[in-house]
């Protein structure tokens, strides 16, 4: 019995295709996170400068 060498050829197309998005989620993923992150900063760093804000007007 032999096998059509488009068949293998579709094959070895599914197997980089899934290949291929399992690299871009991961890039993906990792932009994601760096977004997270530097939000986070911004955040805090807006919810220290208001603590210091609320401390000058105390006092």
Request: aromatic share 6%; hydrophobic share 45%.
């Amino acid at each position: 019995m032999t096998i059509p060498i488009w068949i293998y050829a579709v094959v070895v197309g599914i197997v980089v295709s899934a290949l291929m998005a399992i690299k871009t989620g991961k890039e993906e993923r990792q932009l994601e996170m760096a977004n997270i992150e530097e939000e986070g900063e911004i955040y805090i760093k807006r919810l220290e400068r208001e603590k210091e804000i609320r401390r000058e007007d105390a006092e």
